[in-house]
């Protein structure tokens, strides 16, 4: 944990306390040293993803020491290396995500100057790549590919999506169309429709149309839709339950809504057409948990490096300031159909 071994020389980072009382806030704590099978990276870019949220403000995970470093992902460049890492990783750049190793037990975060991660949890990034375009290479990339497997397993052709303005929702739709599966795509306002429209999805409806109940019900009998990913839920989830096929399955993965999935008056309808509504978690999926799936994952993401990120490169909507991190943490909601947020640690004043 954060009481291992330390150079001695502090850092700053945005932090939580053990409980996520009175959190996040902007800290200092010691630049950690890597221990074996371990490397130091001076963070160049981190993104704010809403898990990030919940979690910097304690609504979501635990931890069993503070105070600690929030942010689940990142970028920068190699300073330093434990025992069993080639020296010759020194001074490359990568994209890493402590979460996605076999043996990340401190697990400090990417909102800091620098962070000691597995190296096996590093992608590596060409000298010409900018880190901040490939900081969110992990949550993002293998949630969606999560989906993709879900669909294939059972063999459906169309999924609906909802918050499918957002940055995964987009990618959802560039790795949907090259896999052979549709995205139903809901979202809330008329630009946003056009802009999915332009990006090659086949079927984008507002939530806030006086129709969608309609659209939705047509479009899932029609395409027969049994799939939803939903990270808005609220109010939401019903109405695409009501809509969908029986045998059906939606998995929550966020309450972008700000309340859980409304479920309390339509459990006969979810009994009588065997329709289920469950909690999706990336960390709990076999994309992470099976050896072999995470590693196709992880090449499919390596792929798209070297091909110059068709479907995983970020768009960036703005660039903070660590100390800046109230602002951003508000701002990147508003923020989120134009790009993602991140968290530049190391950057000089003029790069704001």
Same mark, same amino acid.
């Given at each position: 944990?954060?009481?291992?071994?330390?150079?001695?020389?502090?850092?700053?980072?945005?932090?939580?306390?053990?409980?996520? /009382?009175? @959190?996040?806030?902007?800290?200092?704590?010691?630049?950690?040293?890597?221990?074996?099978?371990?490397?130091?990276?001076?963070?160049? /870019?981190?993104?704010?993803?809403?898990?990030?949220?919940?979690?910097?403000?304690?609504?979501?995970?635990?931890?069993?020491?503070?105070?600690?470093?929030?942010?689940?992902?990142?970028?920068?460049?190699?300073?330093?290396?434990?025992?069993?890492?080639?020296?010759?990783?020194?001074?490359?750049?990568?994209?890493?995500?402590?979460?996605?190793?076999?043996? @990340?037990?401190?697990?400090?975060?990417?909102?800091?100057?620098?962070?000691?991660?597995?190296?096996? /949890?590093?992608?590596? %990034?060409?000298?010409?790549?900018?880190?901040?375009?490939?900081?969110?290479?992990?949550?993002?990339?293998?949630?969606?590919?999560?989906?993709?497997?879900?669909?294939?397993?059972?063999? #459906? =052709?169309?999924?609906?999506?909802?918050?499918?303005?957002?940055?995964? +929702?987009? @990618?959802?739709?560039?790795?949907?169309?090259?896999?052979?599966?549709?995205?139903?795509?809901?979202?809330?306002?008329?630009?946003?429709?056009?802009?999915?429209?332009?990006?090659?999805?086949?079927?984008?409806?507002?939530?806030?149309?006086?129709?969608?109940?309609?659209?939705?019900?047509?479009?899932?009998?029609?395409?027969?839709?049994?799939?939803?990913?939903?990270?808005?839920? +609220?109010?939401?989830?019903?109405?695409?339950?009501?809509?969908?096929?029986?045998?059906?399955?939606?998995?929550?993965? +966020?309450?972008?809504?700000?309340? +859980?999935?409304?479920? #309390?008056?339509? =459990?006969?309808?979810?009994?009588?057409?065997?329709?289920?509504?469950?909690?999706?978690?990336?960390?709990?999926?076999?994309?992470?948990?099976?050896? #072999?799936?995470?590693?196709?994952?992880?090449?499919?993401? @390596?792929?798209?490096?070297?091909?110059?990120?068709?479907?995983?490169?970020?768009?960036?909507?703005?660039?903070?300031?660590?100390?800046?991190?109230? #602002?951003?943490?508000?701002?990147?909601?508003? %923020? /989120?159909?134009?790009?993602?947020?991140?968290?530049?640690?190391?950057?000089?004043?003029?790069?704001?």
């Amino acid at each position: 944990g954060i009481n291992a071994e330390y150079m001695g020389i502090m850092m700053k980072g945005v932090l939580r306390t053990k409980t996520g /009382a009175d @959190s996040p806030f902007i800290g200092e704590v010691p630049i950690p040293k890597p221990t074996p099978g371990y490397v130091l990276i001076k963070v160049m /870019a981190a993104p704010i993803n809403p898990s990030d949220e919940y979690f910097s403000k304690g609504s979501y995970g635990s931890t069993a020491f503070e105070p600690y470093v929030c942010g689940f992902e990142g970028a920068g460049i190699i300073t330093e290396v434990g025992e069993g890492v080639p020296a010759a990783a020194v001074g490359k750049k990568v994209t890493v995500w402590p979460g996605v190793s076999t043996h @990340s037990s401190d697990k400090i975060g990417m909102w800091s100057q620098f962070a000691r991660v597995p190296f096996d /949890a590093c992608v590596m %990034l060409g000298d010409a790549e900018n880190c901040e375009d490939y900081c969110g290479l992990f949550v993002n990339p293998l949630t969606l590919l999560a989906f993709i497997s879900i669909a294939k397993k059972m063999k #459906e =052709k169309t999924i609906i999506h909802t918050g499918a303005a957002s940055s995964l +929702g987009k @990618s959802l739709i560039k790795v949907g169309l090259a896999e052979g599966i549709d995205v139903i795509c809901i979202v809330r306002r008329p630009e946003q429709v056009k802009a999915l429209s332009e990006l090659g999805a086949k079927y984008v409806l507002n939530q806030n149309d006086s129709t969608f109940q309609t659209q939705l019900q047509e479009l899932c009998l029609k395409l027969n839709v049994h799939l939803a990913f939903d990270c808005v839920v +609220g109010d939401l989830t019903p109405k695409i339950m009501h809509a969908m096929c029986a045998n059906s399955i939606i998995h929550t993965y +966020g309450f972008l809504s700000g309340t +859980g999935a409304k479920m #309390e008056d339509h =459990k006969e309808e979810m009994l009588k057409d065997n329709k289920k509504v469950v909690s999706f978690v990336v960390m709990n999926d076999p994309i992470i948990k099976d050896p #072999e799936e995470k590693k196709k994952a992880l090449a499919y993401i @390596s792929d798209d490096i070297k091909k110059g990120g068709p479907f995983f490169k970020l768009t960036i909507a703005k660039k903070y300031k660590l100390e800046d991190y109230k #602002e951003a943490l508000v701002k990147y909601k508003e %923020l /989120a159909s134009q790009g993602k947020t991140i968290f530049m640690p190391n950057a000089q004043d003029h790069f704001f």
